[in-house]
């Protein structure tokens, strides 16, 4: 992989060299995979992945926030947000590399 940014592209490079399907094949099934998840959190649902770590979607209510540069008070409306937690397996794999 290369970069320091990891993309679609890359997953799919590596899934062809580990696996042997085709390119088109990789792309693919690498686009199916994120569907997947996308489709469970647009759900409500959590994901989880062995070892490596949890995505959940989180209800946030509504908030007064400031404008830095006015000191000016704004309402923040209630949102969703994506939370993702590591796994114990993947922190410690990060610190130890």
């Given amino acids: 992989m290369s970069g320091s940014t990891v993309t679609r592209a890359d997953l799919s490079e590596a899934v ?10 990789s792309s693919e099934l690498v686009e199916d995979v994120l ?9 409500g ?3 989880k992945i062995s070892s ?10 509504e908030r007064v926030g400031r404008n830095p540069k006015t000191g000016e008070e704004v309402p923040i409306l209630p949102r ?5 937690r590591a796994s114990h397996v993947l ?3 990060i610190n130890q590399g």
């Fill in 35 to 43: 569907d997947e998840i996308s489709v469970a959190l647009v759900a």
């Fill in 80 to 84: 969703r947000v994506l939370v993702f």
């Fill in 16 to 25: 062809y060299q580990e696996v042997g399907l085709s390119r088109n094949e």
């Fill in 91 to 93: 922190k410690n794999r």
């Fill in 45 to 47: 649902e959590t994901v």
């Fill in 52 to 61: 490596f770590g949890s995505f959940a979607v989180r209800q946030k209510g």
